[in-house]
């Protein structure tokens, strides 16, 4: 065994403490190293490690700031869970803020992701709803001719697995909205169907939130962090951009189609009460006609027309039944009923 790989000690807390694993530059993995032993690692030349957390409690943290001479102000923002996506930079390293997204019964879950990137070790912090990142990292040791390009190959791998992972998100959503068309389009009003409609409206607002930052935090690293970001990694980079902007373009696009699946489902509606409303007004008409003659016959006067004709009451009947009669024809033509 490699005298500089180690088996994480028992103290280690394997829930919070995913990974931490040790390379050398020409990208073969060493093995596994102890939290501890991370600064005796780093005094070997050409190494470098990669840490891997799942919700850190205080003291691991500080454990890692004293390991890799974190900055006071990223840990402090590392602690908390609710940070907005962005890059930051401390010296000769980068802090990063990363919005996750996960499906979960049908609705998106958030989570974060804070990486530390610095020349010679990647930290991967995840927050809430996240996945873990052992297949980005079996990627790159797949590829070692790439990881030797240091942890920055590393991030690349996280950010694509990120990225990737929202776009069946977005599918999804997609595929709902199709089969709730089916719905918008019913003679039936259906209360589900709008609560639906502005549920995703919601979920892809939230994500286009997390998304949208996202184009610049990568644009950033490719632009401003030449010492990190090596020029061999820039096309790798900028194909993670391109999928973000797909993306974040997708989820406009969704919303925009979602916007007006609810207006024309509203518009529907109110054509629905609108058809109502003249059917009870046709028939409130032809109501109306017989009402009013029966009501002048119904008035107590002693000298009144036809009143006295044995043929006023048949006669009345047909008056009645003609002037209803004109009305249903009229109203029909209409297309009132």
């Known amino acids: 065994m490699n005298p500089m790989a180690r088996v994480p000690s028992a103290s280690a807390n394997t829930s919070m403490v995913v990974n931490c694993v040790a390379y050398r530059n020409n990208g073969q993995r060493i ?3 102890d939290i501890d032993a991370i600064s005796d690692v780093l005094k070997e030349p050409d190494t470098f490690v990669w840490v891997g957390l799942h919700e850190p409690d205080e003291t691991l943290l500080l454990q890692l700031q004293e390991e890799f001479d974190l900055h006071d102000l990223a840990i402090e923002d590392a602690q908390s869970a609710h940070q907005r996506t962005k890059i930051e930079a401390y010296g000769n390293s980068l802090f990063i803020v990363v ?3 996960q499906l979960d019964n049908g609705h998106i879950a958030f989570g974060e992701t804070h ?3 610095g020349p010679r070790y990647l930290v991967t912090v995840r927050h809430g709803a996240s996945l873990s990142y052992a297949p980005a990292r079996r990627s790159c040791e797949h590829t070692p001719e790439l990881l030797a390009l240091g942890p920055s190959y590393g991030l690349y791998s996280v950010l694509d697995f990120i990225v990737d992972n929202l776009l069946p998100i977005v599918r999804d959503h997609r595929e709902e909205l199709q089969e709730l068309e089916q719905s918008i389009f019913s003679e039936n009003f259906n209360r589900d169907t709008v609560r639906r409609l502005y549920d995703m409206q919601r979920d892809l607002m939230t994500l286009r939130l997390a998304v949208a930052p996202l184009q610049d935090v990568i644009s950033q690293l490719v632009r401003l962090h ?5 020029d061999e990694l820039a096309v790798y980079f900028r194909d993670v951009h391109d999928h973000v902007t797909r993306v974040n ?4 696009a969704m919303r925009e189609m979602l916007a007006a699946a609810i207006n024309v489902n509203l518009s529907l509606v109110t054509f629905g009460q609108n058809e109502v409303m003249k059917k009870l007004a046709g028939w409130a008409a032809m109501l109306a006609a017989p009402t ?4 002048w016959y119904g008035m107590n006067f002693q000298h009144m027309p036809e009143l006295s004709k ?7 009947i047909g008056v009645v039944a003609c002037l209803v009669g004109g009305i249903y024809i009229g109203l029909k033509r209409a297309k009132w009923l």
């Not at 373009?249 to 406009?252: A, F, P, V």
């Not at 009013?292 to 009501?295: E, G, M, V």
Request: aromatic share 10%; hydrophobic share 45%; no cysteine.
């Open 310 to 316: 044995p043929w006023s009451y048949p006669l009345i």
């Open 31 to 33: 093995g596994d190293v």
């Open 226 to 230: 030449p010492q990190l970001i090596p």
């Open 99 to 101: 919005q996750t997204a």
């Open 292 to 295: 009013l003659i029966t009501s």
């Open 249 to 252: 373009d997708s989820i406009n």
């Open 115 to 117: 990486i530390f990137l």
